[in-house]
């Protein structure tokens, strides 16, 4: 006599086989999560990093013309939003001629897990954002801190 035998359930191979494409959708999900979230803190940073320079653009726009390069050329800033140490701001000043002014305005910060956006990266031998480029940190030779926020503007002296 022949007896039919009725299957019930999965077999190993098939509980295996979903197991391993379950782990490898989360792990896509997971991976997707993360990348949001640095994303996230890029965004935040630039923006904070953006209206610092901002706010320095105008302190200088308000400065009278002939007392911006002896006020504020190699100098630094703080920047408000970051924690201590995280984030410097830098200026250059360059006369093109008497009454023309290139002013460049950078911030570079640190990220999570050490991450430093902007030429002031601790290429130059220190670990900590200086404002000033050190060493090999000017990547391009520009002799001006690059930085993903920068604002670089002429200024013109319209007399009084």
Known sequence: M????????????????????????????????ILCFHLTETAKN??????????KMEEIRDTDFDEIITDYDNTTFAVN???AGQAIGA??????STDLLRV???????????RIMGEDNGRGG???LSGHLE??????GNGIVDSPA???????????
Not at 135 to 140: K, L
């Open 2 to 33: 022949f007896t039919s035998r009725r299957t019930r359930g999965f077999t190993l191979l098939e509980l295996m086989l979903s197991a391993a494409i379950l782990i490898v959708a989360i792990g896509g999900l997971l991976s997707a999560y």
């Open 46 to 55: 630039t923006t904070l990093a953006t209206n610092a320079i901002q706010l």
């Open 81 to 83: 939003g970051f924690s």
């Open 91 to 96: 200026i250059t000043v360059e006369s093109i």
């Open 104 to 114: 460049t305005v950078s911030v570079c910060w640190r990220q999570s897990g050490n």
């Open 126 to 128: 220190g670990v900590i």
């Open 135 to 140: 060493g090999t940190e000017d990547v391009n």
């Open 150 to 160: 920068m604002i670089s503007t002429l200024m013109i002296n319209r007399g009084t």
